[in-house]
């Protein structure tokens, strides 16, 4: 017999199996039972948002590092190299992590293919690096050095850390299935929201301010379209998935128990942006054009803001009532910024989107 670990032929909840934490040894993969249709869209959405790595041509840039003042090099690098870090860990560890607690087939295959898309991301930020430079490799150990950027992934590090250390405990069966299980899960759904709405939004301001002065139009051009998939997918999955868990009995005791803590995580995250603006990437007193460490603060808050009514929790900054970059707004919307296919690389486009509809008809022509 197949242990039941690997495949349960047992399994009893395929009407009603829970996102996290049903029936822990899972069955046959189901479509028959849609018990979560928001996560299969999603799921269906990032499929349709399928991109490679080696699309963009990044060779003149090699040039462009070399001849531009030094801290607009700097800035770039920097706000890079966080990206390509932060893109490291979700590619490996999100399903790594959740797995153990994970009970929902559509939760699995988008896991599976968030993961996937990540991996394109970091890819990227790697690509860039390896055509950018002379020596990559030396830009890849200076990256690792860079302090701020690490400082700003530590409390979303704890965050992973605490809930992979249950994960393969629970998997081990020394944890049970508890409420304090769950409250540990939807912590870290809470702390990838903002992960995807605060830091990644806040860290492509600092790009795409870059590259509105017209600098480097190859990493604009693949960084917006890695901004596509945070933004429109990633980011509103978190959001979404975190609105209907708080429906399940579960997901309200979670809320009302966790609520100081998510509290504090989501003002670490704020606090730690608010840090890397002054002391990393405005440190050297240098403004880009339209962009400053307080206009950027600004545009954390904005975004920061959504993250926390989503989670019913007061905010102790006071929050912008208008978009303070609204540069960003074209660079977050591709279709706004589409080229002509002949002027420049291509990126607003999804496959998968052309349905027949001629199956089983039968057309006659006269020749």
Not at 125 to 144: A, G
Not at 151 to 170: D, H, M, N, S
Not at 289 to 294: A, D, K, L, P, Y
């Amino acid at each position: 017999m197949i242990p039941s670990k690997i495949l349960n032929i047992t399994k009893t909840d395929y009407e009603s199996n829970p996102v996290f934490l049903g029936e822990q040894d899972q069955g046959l993969f189901d479509t028959i039972h849609k018990n979560h249709p928001n996560i299969w869209g999603f799921y269906k959405e990032i499929r349709s948002l399928d991109w490679s790595e080696d699309e963009f041509d990044f060779s003149s840039c090699n040039l462009m590092f070399k001849q531009c003042p030094d801290d607009i090099r700097d800035k770039m690098i920097k706000t890079l190299a966080w990206q390509w870090e932060a893109d490291t860990v979700a590619s490996r560890q999100l399903f790594a992590i959740l797995a153990p607690f994970v009970t929902s087939d559509e939760m699995t295959a988008y896991l599976l293919r968030v993961c996937e898309n990540e991996v394109v991301h970091a890819a990227t930020y790697s690509e860039i690096v390896r055509m950018s430079f002379d020596k990559p490799e030396e830009v890849l150990q200076d990256i690792l050095s860079i302090n701020e950027s690490l400082q700003r992934l530590e409390t979303v590090g704890k965050v992973f850390e605490e809930t992979r250390i249950k994960g393969l405990r629970y998997a081990l069966g020394e944890l049970e299935n508890t409420q304090e299980l769950y409250n540990t899960v939807f912590k870290f759904c809470a702390t990838m929201y903002a992960l995807e709405a605060i830091q990644f939004m806040s860290s492509f301001a600092i790009t795409f301010a870059i590259c509105e002065a017209g600098m480097f139009p190859p990493i604009g051009k693949a960084v917006q379209k890695i901004a596509q998939d945070e933004y429109e997918v990633h980011k509103e999955f978190w959001k979404d998935l975190i609105k209907q868990e708080i429906k399940t009995e579960r997901g309200k005791i979670a809320l009302e128990q966790c609520k100081d803590e998510i509290e504090i995580v989501l003002d670490e995250i704020v606090d730690s942006e608010h840090v890397w603006l002054k002391e990393g990437m405005f440190a050297d007193g240098k403004e880009l054009v339209g962009v400053n460490e307080e206009i950027c603060g600004k545009w954390t808050l904005f975004n920061a803001k959504a993250v926390y009514r989503s989670l019913g929790i007061k905010s102790k900054y006071t929050m912008p009532a208008k978009n303070p970059l609204k540069f960003m707004e074209h660079w977050l919307d591709i279709s706004k910024t589409q080229p002509a296919p002949q002027e420049e690389d291509v990126a607003a486009y999804k496959v998968g989107m052309i349905k027949r509809t001629d199956e089983n008809k039968t057309f006659l022509v006269d020749f």
